[in-house]
């Protein structure tokens, strides 16, 4: 479950019950969000390419960061894209992830847990994962040419052969979910930066001239 405080940010209850970290999905009413001056930062290029981030900066490119060093604030922008925030308790390692469809269909989530697996000796079935607002299946259209990347994560679709709608917060909890799959806590917010104007800015839905909404997670 998200909830949304007063300060315009969305919290997810899976993350809020760590107490060792702090985290939050702003809107596009939150202005001062993060207010964070130690902000670890990505050029984002929709690959499925993962940052150990050790210190705060421009780290360069990249669509998913990691950390286990306490202070160092992880930032995904979105607008539409999913902006996903894992936490791994057993370990105290964090990650924040930005899934637009590119990210999505090269399971930059499954790349994420290899990477914190490898680094901090993550158990992927003790995840936890809180996948923010983006663009829904309500309103995400797309052309053949990208539905057909969905099909291997939908067998009993027959409609992703040709124009159709897709959804990316579903793909990823299907990768998560599959046989083989981690089963850790999933926290999805349910929330389509397209159908709430007032709330998120959308590329769909304004085009060049949205804004990005800022997601970001850190250890205490
Ligand atoms: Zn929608």
Redesign the pocket.
Known sequence: MFRLDAGQVYRAEALEQLPWLEHGFGTRSSPNWPGASDLATLRQIHSNQVVLAESAGDLGEGDALISNVPGVTLVVRTADCLPILIADPRNRAIAAVHAGWRGTVLEIVGATMGAMTSRFGTRQDELVFAIGPG??P???QVGPEVAERFAPFFPERQDLSGATKVGLAETVIRQLRRPGGTMGQIDPSGL????LPDLFYSYRRDGEAAGRMLSTIRIR
Not at 192 to 195: A, L
């Open positions: 663009i829904g309500c309103c995400y389509c930066t397209c159908c």
